[in-house]
């Protein structure tokens, strides 16, 4: 890890109202210390503008998008329209969107192309399920996903994060040392894509205070994306802490 500027992204999936959003906002920046982590709020579409006008130094992004740039798609939301309220990033091939919304590997991809084309930052999700990890598929797993996501593109600015399906809201971790491999076999796999580029790697799945430290720890993980424990403010400002400690 980049020990001085870790990145560290909150999704808050679907929860918070207006209300419990600035209630979090301002015990959160009561408690963040002056942090040299890059700190990202991913909350859901309604909260984003207050989010985006409370920010100090935070990020504020998007938890989708959708594939087209215009068109008669009842209740879905352009990446042009997230550049107008000023969000910087959208997470992009979450699992939950793979496995509950039909985010194909096609839409995956077509959906970072609206990322880039209107100039956000794409933060590209990608994670085996236990059956794919236990067959012993993970690197096909995250070859396949990074592969057709970035096919016939290469973004300057890119982050990637490793989300096992496992992991993910079910409170079991995975060690920093497994990890830390998979974070290993994405870069060199970047590596043979783009050459030496620079992009980060984040960990997500049951990241908590208590098991950000040993995270942080690893070389290979440049921050964390989090879900469940990023809804309490103070847990949140915990795992900060923890990568910058
Ligand atoms: P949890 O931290 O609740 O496991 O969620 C991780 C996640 O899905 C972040 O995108």
């Not at 793979?98 to 084309?117: A, G, P, S, W, Y």
């Not at 989300?163 to 409170?171: D, K, L, N, R, S």
Request: net charge neutral; charged share 25%; with cysteine.
């Amino acid at each position: 890890m980049d020990q001085k500027n870790p990145i560290i992204v909150a999704n808050w999936k679907m929860y918070k109202t207006d209300l419990d959003a600035k209630v979090y906002l301002q015990e959160f920046f009561e408690l963040l210390p002056k942090t040299s982590a890059r700190v990202l709020i991913a909350p859901p579409f309604t909260t984003i503008r207050d989010v985006v006008k409370s920010r100090q130094y935070i990020e504020v992004g998007a938890q989708n998008v959708h594939e087209e740039s215009v068109g008669a798609f009842t209740g879905e939301i352009s990446a042009m329209m997230l550049r107008s309220i000023s969000a910087s990033f959208v997470i992009c091939g979450h699992s939950e969107r793979r496995r509950l919304f039909n985010d194909t590997e096609e839409r995956v991809h077509l959906k970072l192309k609206q990322i880039l084309l209107n100039g956000l930052l794409p933060i590209l999700c990608v994670g085996e399920t236990v059956s794919e990890r236990e067959a012993g598929q993970t690197e096909k797993v995250l070859t396949r996903q990074i592969e057709s996501a970035l096919f016939r593109l290469r973004p300057s600015n890119l982050i990637l994060a490793y989300e096992p399906v496992w992991a993910i809201g079910t409170g079991k971790t995975a060690t920093p040392e497994m990890a830390a491999d998979v974070h290993g076999f994405c870069r060199d796999l970047l590596k043979k894509l783009w050459g030496d580029v620079k992009v980060p790697i984040l960990y997500g799945g049951s990241v908590t205070p208590e098991t950000a430290t040993a995270l942080a720890a690893k070389p290979e993980i440049d921050g964390a994306l989090v879900g469940g424990a990023s809804l309490d403010a103070a847990k949140f400002v915990q795992i900060i802490k923890g990568f910058t400690s």
